[in-house]
């Protein structure tokens, strides 16, 4: 079974700083991937950042960055440089071997000007 | 990336009532995923949806509840029966598809059980 915990329901970062979204994980699975998903308040789901348990480099996509440690199991958001626009809910997910997705409870960001 | 199109957006509907849910993508997939988010919450994966062959239930669900066709490579329907208040929740359809295999989503469906 595949287990996603984030344990920070609510953050606060004031714009231009950096933030930390925190993801743990549990899982029996060799081979997995792990994602970040943002959700505005409009509902919709978008896709940030993948990093591969196999991948030996944290994975980047622009102001994100992953913060991929295997051995404590954990997969941190990294955002640099706040928007107002990056207010959202965040969620970490992983991908087993199945090809079946568990998501964690999210993290509310609220980006302060 | 994957356009997703998902009917209906929301709806209201009655207790004892059932509602399908529509999903179609933009190219053939292998696997389509039915998540359901109620308020407030994560997603939680009701079943995956396989061309040819019967869903695949998730621990908690089960196909009299929430019965799904997979007619086709590029469509699905997931069908909330016999609703309740409690199956109040946004439905969400989703493929995997990308470098990576990330999901991809529809709109999502946004249900409300009088």
């Known amino acids: 079974a595949q287990k996603i915990t984030q344990t920070q329901p609510g953050m606060f970062v004031q714009e231009k700083e950096a933030v930390t979204l925190d993801c743990t994980y549990d899982?029996?699975?060799?081979?997995?991937?792990l994602f970040w998903y943002k959700q505005p308040s409009s509902g919709e789901m978008i896709f940030l950042i993948y990093?591969?348990?196999?991948?030996?480099q944290n994975a980047t996509e622009g102001r994100y960055s992953l913060n991929f440690q295997k051995a404590r199991k954990s997969a941190n958001l990294v955002i640099s440089a706040s928007q107002l626009g990056d207010s959202a809910m965040y969620f970490c997910?992983?991908?087993?071997?199945?090809?079946?997705?568990?998501f964690g409870d999210g993290t509310t960001l609220t980006v302060k000007p | 990336s994957a356009v997703i199109s998902q009917k209906p957006s929301r709806d209201i509907c009655q207790r004892g009532t059932s509602l399908t849910i529509q999903c179609q993508v933009d190219?053939?997939?292998?696997?389509m995923f039915w998540y359901r988010q109620q308020p407030g919450q994560s997603l939680t994966l009701i079943a995956t949806?396989?061309?040819?062959?019967?869903?695949?239930?998730e621990s908690g669900f089960v196909i009299d509840k929430f019965p799904i066709s997979r007619p086709n490579l590029t469509f699905s329907t997931l069908t909330v029966s016999n609703m309740s208040p409690e199956d109040s929740s946004i439905y969400l359809c989703?493929?995997?598809?990308?470098?990576?295999?990330?999901?991809?989503f529809g709109e999502g469906s946004r249900l409300t059980v009088l």
């Open positions: 989703s493929v995997a598809r990308g470098t990576d295999g990330e999901l991809f």
């Open positions: 899982t029996s699975d060799q081979s997995y991937g």
């Open positions: 990093q591969g348990s196999y991948d030996e």
């Open positions: 997910a992983m991908r087993g071997d199945a090809g079946k997705s568990t």
């Open positions: 190219s053939q997939v292998t696997m």
């Open positions: 949806a396989n061309q040819g062959s019967e869903a695949t239930y």
